[in-house]
């Protein structure tokens, strides 16, 4: 929001609410986040760095500019982790690198979607009955003068997704921008830097003798061949029609149940949201519900054991 009352304001209180609790690592999901505003982006850089640059912003007429964070101290300086996925996208691939540059967190998942540019909603002509465009009008890079753009971040600690194959990136679009660099003009202070290896392998000795991550890769592979790469054509009937339709929403909803495995992960709400609910009981079922995919996402169980190691060794 242009008037400082979008995501960032809202996320602020809700990180207070935490803080209460006493909390000893926080976990951001990102995953199919597309994004947003660019100016929400920097508020929340701005919580967990103490001042400085957040990103570089190139216009099309060649001009750039670094955007900074102006505001000292921070809101939170525990272990931070940001679980993405190649649906993070544009904003929210903004901050999720934006923290990597400055190892204030471990990024968590699949490679980002790599949309690194920033649009505008221009009408087509003078005349308000006549219809709008988006255009263009700036990339963003990082700190280090580097660009997401058809790139992506790229994850600290890497977890098998389904989506892995699927060109569900920004670089498989036709007419996508290419890669280019930045002009740094002001450098960036990044805090000491993470163990990273010790969190990747142990990550990697629970999950590689698990056989739901095991499962993931091949199910990929199948979702692939049957849907994104089927080379043969279809039997112009209806039973043939109808057969291959409940083999493709047999095989999503397989994958969707491949991501909930039964977890001994304690999932529960902060005072503040008990408390609301005792005045909104409607909400009760809602909230369960959400409690509960918590606690059977695979991705949620093992970000929890990374941020754990990561506590162990702040």
Do not use: W
């Amino acid at each position: 929001s242009p008037n400082g009352r979008g995501v960032s304001l809202d996320f602020a209180k809700e990180l207070y609410k935490l803080q209460k609790e006493n909390i000893e690592g926080l976990v951001i999901d990102l995953r199919f986040n597309g994004g947003g505003s660019m100016q929400e982006a920097i508020e929340l850089c701005g919580m967990f760095i103490d001042r400085g640059p957040v990103s570089i912003i190139k216009y099309n007429d060649g001009q750039s500019y670094t955007l900074k964070d102006t505001k000292r101290g921070t809101l939170f300086s525990k272990p931070l982790l940001i679980l993405v996925n190649s649906y993070s996208a544009s904003a929210s691939e903004f901050f999720a690198s934006t923290m990597q540059d400055y190892n204030r967190a471990v990024i968590v998942g699949s490679k980002t979607h790599g949309k690194s540019t920033a649009q505008t909603i221009m009408p087509v002509s003078v005349k308000e009955d006549l219809e709008f465009c988006k255009i263009t009008v700036e990339t963003f890079f990082r700190v280090t003068g580097k660009s997401l753009q058809a790139q992506g971040v790229i994850p600290d600690v890497k977890l098998p997704s389904i989506y892995d194959d699927l060109k569900s990136y920004e670089s498989n679009y036709q007419f996508a921008i290419k890669n280019q660099t930045a002009t740094v003009k002001l450098p960036h202070k990044p805090f000491a830097a993470i163990d990273v290896k010790t969190l990747v392998k142990k990550s990697k000795a629970r999950t590689e003798n698990q056989l739901v991550f095991n499962s993931i890769s091949d199910k990929n592979n199948k979702l692939k061949q049957s849907i994104f790469e089927k080379g043969e054509p279809y039997k112009l009937s209806l039973e043939a029609i109808d057969n291959s339709r409940k083999q493709k929403i047999n095989l999503i909803d397989s994958i969707f149940e491949t991501n909930k495995v039964p977890s001994p992960l304690l999932i529960k709400n902060t005072a503040a949201t008990e408390e609301v609910l005792t005045f909104n009981p409607e909400d009760k079922s809602e909230n369960k519900d959400h409690l509960e995919e918590l606690k059977n996402d695979i991705y949620i169980n093992e970000s929890y054991y990374i941020i754990k190691d990561l506590i162990n060794n702040f």
